[in-house]
């Protein structure tokens, strides 16, 4: 990965609908030069998708939040099987410490977080933090620093 492919990559992550043209213009490059770049890092596995950011309020979840979950070992498959089921869990990490699962999740009101947590629950223990608001949001990961 060079120079080129960093500043690609930071190009995409800015805005993932930029054009071949827009790219090749700050690259330098033909506009099939970027494309066959592009297709490159997309079988190398760098780049994993284009995606579209919506705001959930807007959408109507208005209640974000991140729960732990504590999941045995033995549990953990079907745990993963039951999490990528449920739209309203945005991400699930398996993290170290007290607690083994860390999810981000979506609701429309406080009541179907509760369900829900009681849904989780016959996985493991919970803990729960609600989001007032979130002052740095989404972002890319830094191909500066590669």
């Given at each position: ?5 960093r500043?690609?990559?930071k ?11 827009t790219?090749?213009?700050?690259t ?7 494309s066959?770049?592009?297709?490159r890092l997309?079988k190398?596995?760098?780049?994993t998708?284009?995606h ?6 807007k959408?109507?979840y208005?209640i974000?939040?991140y729960i732990?979950l504590e999941?045995?070992?033995e549990?953990?498959?079907?745990f993963y ?6 739209p309203?869990?945005?991400?699930c990490?398996?993290?170290t ?7 981000k999740?979506?609701?429309k009101s406080t ?5 829900f947590?009681?849904?989780l629950q016959k996985?493991g223990?919970?803990?729960?933090q ?5 002052h ?5 990961v830094?191909?500066d620093?590669?």
């Amino acid at each position: 990965m060079d120079e080129i492919d960093r500043k690609i990559l930071k190009l995409l992550q800015d805005n993932a609908r930029v054009s071949l043209k827009t790219i090749a213009e700050n690259t330098f490059l033909s506009s099939p030069a970027v494309s066959a770049r592009i297709e490159r890092l997309e079988k190398e596995g760098i780049i994993t998708g284009y995606h579209a950011s919506v705001d959930p309020v807007k959408l109507g979840y208005h209640i974000l939040a991140y729960i732990n979950l504590e999941v045995i070992p033995e549990d953990k498959e079907q745990f993963y099987a039951y999490a990528r089921e449920v739209p309203h869990i945005l991400e699930c990490s398996c993290v170290t410490g007290g607690f083994s699962m860390l999810l981000k999740v979506a609701f429309k009101s406080t009541m179907e977080l509760d369900m829900f947590i009681g849904q989780l629950q016959k996985f493991g223990r919970t803990s729960t933090q609600i989001v007032f608001s979130t002052h740095v949001g989404p972002r890319g990961v830094d191909v500066d620093e590669i």
